[in-house]
């Protein structure tokens, strides 16, 4: 990376202010806040959040963002991931408000601001529950008069439950994939609520001739979300790596200070060697997120791929060895590490898994 | 899925069609959700299969058992989990009841074996404290001899079911020795004793299963004591003998593999289910070797023992594979579950939200199961200590 770029080094200094903040203001009461909320996290902390300017980072100036990219964001994640923000940084900063910007519709912008000041959050609900991680989509708009209306089911999807616009896909009469607008008191719509694995919340969301307000323009959007999804799954990765660094270091503190057999844990080769494998996995993830914001287009897909395949392994396996080598205390809810081995196996699994991201890489491979 | 001991296939064939024929729905329906039952449902269930001369069938005819081999109980035990009977608490009839049975006074075993039997009476286990986990010689708890008591003061850790638990056995310290495995002693305390208190540990599945244990000036009867003063590693060292006949749990790992099944067949990836899907079959297909290589490695084991060898390290395999099978069949219920957001329990609905309650399912069941089974290689000696016992007995090292 050119360390002379404007742009990556306004990431670095994003990413540090992100991690101090997270330091010094994002504690255990944060963290663990959200609990006591049906949406999973608490509004006002998510308001505080919003005050530090993360979730107008991907979204232009002129927009009132800050006009970055992925790598600024990706340094917002890591973050995140670092202290298990439990806000929606992710699905408002990384995924509605800069596919919100690039619409580039009235529409869209009219509420981009909101967003971005933390007023009001909206979240992009598109796989649907016959899908699994394929990301095409059956759920259609139909036209009633000036009015549209949305029918169709889309899966558990992570900050929904939250959300003051539901921000949903569907296919018109021509088969073109827009985007629309459906507020969650409207009739036809029934969110089922799930507290997910890491104490968030998850609703799957069914829609009944639901009205809607469309926010795409008449072009079909599909590589636009395509897009936005490939995004979502890298910010996710940046997220884990977060998590990871901090559970390695963490780790190894452990080790240097519990005792047994008369001696500190980090006396036993087997522990020793163990901790080294969880710091290359956490090494490797480093190289294939840096890899894709280096990588440009069309490449960035694959790299994309590339490195959330690694990342679900790679966070599998320090989640895992970060309980194994705490022993008991590894596995208690009051500990943090239980905790950011739930956070992890989140980012494993969002936007697609291993399989997924193995196979989108072999299909994205191009030809000889 | 094939079945390695023949010989014992009609046995297992009527234990699970006993489980089907009676164990309570309800009971049944908390098991395939993951919902941990209460106290009361596991005696209800102890209790039909004592009904029916199964419940403590391992123990000798002459203490009230029905004198299976360890390769019959093995069948039984795995049967059971099977067919989705919820898992006997070890606590009373596998642990204690055989230490009773070898090292008891009469009075002990007047005192203790028939509430064990007839599921009146909750056990837990004593043995880990904050010093003392995998090295648990460093085990602090002071039984000081007062009289025709034991006064105990300090602290258990980990202890499974204290919340439930009338009675607890303990491995204490009766004396300052050169090494510290001297000066241990086995006693059983009465868990309503002045001066315990317990406190529970939530773990990461969110459930309450282990708690921490405080004893302060608890008094004890010198007539709890098991066998001498002193006698406290010998005792564990047999109880760890019978506790390593059933650490592999084929039965249940047969059952969570059928689940992890159903689910993937009933989940859909891109519009065909996922069960069809290349990669997730063929990981599918590895659990599944796994399991049958576990079930044939431990049948070979225990045919070994009925033929009178005597188990030593190769439990410590059994308990290294049979802890990774658990955790790898879970592993995969859990990728079932990512494609469900990893949703782990229905959240009670909010005042006035224009939503519907939702139900628990089978694949947060294994998403639970999952979290719990990260457990399963750290108790009951973790598998880095397991390495280190076959390395030691094995090869001397
Ligand atoms: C769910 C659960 C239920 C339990 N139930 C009970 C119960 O009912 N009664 C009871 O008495 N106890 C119970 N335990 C305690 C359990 O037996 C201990 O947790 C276990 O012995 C490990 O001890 P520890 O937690 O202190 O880990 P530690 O001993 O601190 O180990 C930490 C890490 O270091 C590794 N390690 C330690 N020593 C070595 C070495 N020499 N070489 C290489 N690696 C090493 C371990 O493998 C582990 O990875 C339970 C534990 C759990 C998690």
Redesign the pocket.
């Known amino acids: 990376m050119d360390i002379t770029d404007e742009t990556s080094s306004d990431a670095a200094l994003l990413r540090e202010h992100a991690l101090r903040w997270v330091e010094q203001a994002y504690d255990d009461l944060h963290e663990l806040s959200g609990r006591a909320h049906p949406q999973g996290f608490d509004p006002d902390i998510a308001r505080e959040v919003a005050a530090q300017g993360f979730l107008g980072v991907m979204v232009p100036e002129a927009k009132g963002g800050t006009g970055g990219g992925l790598a600024e964001m990706a340094g917002i994640m890591e973050a995140v991931g670092r202290g298990i923000v439990a806000e929606p940084v992710l699905s408002v900063g990384g995924i509605a408000a800069p596919l919100l910007a690039r619409l580039e519709t009235p529409e869209a912008d009219a509420f981009l601001a909101q967003l971005v000041a933390g007023e009001s959050t909206a979240v992009l609900a598109h796989y649907e529950s016959a899908r699994g991680f394929d990301r095409s989509v059956t759920t259609g708009a139909r036209q009633d008069g000036a009015d549209v209306r949305l029918s169709g089911e889309k899966a558990n999807t992570l900050d929904l439950a939250g959300a003051d616009t539901l921000l949903v896909t569907g296919l018109d009469a021509n088969g073109r994939l827009g985007l629309y607008r459906i507020d969650p008191a409207a009739e036809g719509v029934t969110l089922k609520i799930y507290r997910t694995v890491d104490g968030r919340t998850t609703a799957s969301l069914t829609l009944a001739d639901a009205s809607a307000e469309r926010l795409s323009g008449s072009d079909d959007i599909a590589a636009l979300v395509d897009e936005t999804l490939d995004a979502a799954a890298f910010l996710v990765c940046a997220e884990a790596l977060g998590a990871m660094r901090y559970l390695v270091d963490v780790t190894a503190d452990y080790l240097k200070t519990?005792k047994?057999?008369g001696q500190t844990?980090d006396r036993?080769q087997?522990?020793q060697h163990r901790i080294v494998s969880m710091l290359l996995a956490t090494e490797e993830t480093a190289g294939v997120v840096e890899a894709v914001i280096d990588a440009k287009q069309p490449r960035r897909a694959r790299a994309i791929a590339l490195c959330k395949t690694v990342t679900a392994r790679s966070a599998r396996y320090v989640a895992q060895q970060s309980v194994?080598?705490?022993?008991?205390?590894g596995?208690t809810d009051e500990l943090k590490i239980s905790r950011y081995f739930k956070r992890l196996m989140m980012c494993e699994s969002l936007f697609g898994d291993e399989d997924y991201y193995t196979a989108r890489y072999e299909a994205l491979r191009p030809p000889a | 899925m094939d079945y390695p001991l023949p010989e014992l296939s009609a046995f297992r064939l009527d234990v699970i069609r006993f489980v089907e024929a009676n164990l309570p729905a309800d009971i049944a329906e908390k098991v395939r959700l993951n919902i941990e039952p209460e106290k009361s449902d596991l005696y209800r269930w102890e209790q039909i299969l004592n009904g029916h001369g199964w419940f403590c069938g391992h123990w000798p005819v002459h203490a009230g058992g029905a004198g299976w081999s360890p390769l019959k109980r093995y069948v039984f035990e795995q049967a059971m989990a099977e067919a989705g009977a919820p898992p006997l608490q070890p606590f009373g009839q596998a642990y204690v009841g055989p230490v009773i049975i070898e090292y008891g006074t009469d009075a002990q075993k007047q005192r203790f074996l028939p509430k064990i039997i007839d599921s009146t009476e909750f056990w837990?286990?004593?043995?880990?404290e904050p010093s003392a986990?995998?090295?648990?010689a460093g085990l602090k708890l002071r039984a000081e001899r007062k009289g025709d008591h034991y006064v105990l003061n300090g602290q258990?850790?980990?202890?499974?079911y204290a919340h439930w638990a009338d009675m607890i056995f303990l491995l204490v310290r009766t004396s300052q020795e050169d090494r510290p495995q001297k000066g241990v002693s086995f006693i059983l305390a009465d868990m309503h004793t002045p001066g315990i208190t317990i406190r529970p540990i939530i773990?990461l599945d969110m459930k309450h299963?282990?708690n921490e244990v405080f004893f302060d000036n608890v008094e004890v009867p010198v007539e709890n004591l098991v066998g001498d003063e002193g006698d406290g590693w010998k005792i564990a060292k047999f109880l760890l003998a019978t506790e390593r006949l059933i650490v592999a749990e084929t039965g249940k790992a047969r059952r969570l593999l059928s689940q992890v099944r159903t689910v993937a067949e009933n989940t859909l990836e891109a519009g065909k289910p996922l069960f069809e899907q290349s990669a997730f079959r063929r990981a599918f297909t590895e659990a599944e070797v796994q399991l049958q290589t576990l079930e044939a490695f431990c049948a070979r084991q225990l045919k070994g023992v009925a033929q009178g060898k005597v188990l030593g390290f190769e439990a410590s395999l059994m308990k290294i594979r049979g802890s990774e099978l658990l955790q790898s069949i879970t592993e995969l219920g859990s990728r079932v579950a990512a494609r469900k957001g990893l949703a782990l329990s229905p959240e009670p609905l909010p005042e006035g939200s224009n939503g519907e309650q939702a139900e628990p399912t089978e694949a947060s069941a294994l998403l639970s199961e999952y979290l719990f089974q990260r457990?399963a290689t750290?108790?009951?000696?973790?598998?880095?200590?397991q390495h280190?016992i076959v390395s030691k007995a094995r090869f001397g090292f």
Do not use: P
């Not at chain 1, 194994?324 to 205390?329: A, C, F, M, P, S």
């Not at chain 2, 986990?133 to 648990?136: K, R, T």
């Open positions: 519990r047994q057999f844990l036993f087997v522990l194994q080598l705490h022993g008991g205390i596995v | 837990c286990q004593g043995y880990s986990g995998s090295d648990l258990k850790l980990w202890t499974s773990t299963h282990v457990a750290i108790y009951g000696g973790s598998n880095e200590i280190n």
